[in-house]
């Protein structure tokens, strides 16, 4: 059974930095591309950053140059490392496959930028 638990979220100033980590079970994504998600109150989830099998990226354009993705195969994890956070950043933070069928999503990890 697939599963994704992702951690590192917290509160942060504006202008502040936080890395998240999404952590696999249940098969290997080594081959897979893999995303971030972010889902705010009362709006849809949305696209954030992916990153390809081989180390591609690509990123929303609301992130890019803040918000960098990486991957650990060997640990079957990835990250977002983020940087000059906004308070419209806020929301709950999923990574899946980068595109349909998802597999199930985890519980996410939430994000609040606020002074």
């Known amino acids: 059974q697939v599963q994704f638990v992702e951690s590192g979220g917290g509160l942060v100033q504006p202008g502040g930095s936080l890395r998240l980590s999404c952590a696999a079970s249940?098969?290997?994504?080594?081959?897979?591309?893999m995303g971030w998600f972010r889902q705010a109150p009362g709006k849809e989830r949305e696209f954030v950053a992916a990153?390809?099998?081989?180390?591609?990226?690509d990123y929303a354009d609301s992130v890019k140059g803040r918000f960098t993705i990486s991957r650990d195969n060997a640990k079957n994890t990835v990250y977002l490392q983020m940087n000059s956070l906004k308070p419209e950043d806020t929301a709950v933070y999923y990574c899946?496959?980068?595109?349909?069928?998802?597999?199930?999503w985890g519980q996410g990890t939430q994000v609040t930028v606020s002074s």
């Open positions: 899946n496959v980068r595109r349909n069928p998802y597999y199930p």
């Open positions: 990153i390809s099998w081989s180390g591609g990226i």
């Open positions: 249940g098969r290997t994504f080594s081959s897979y591309a």
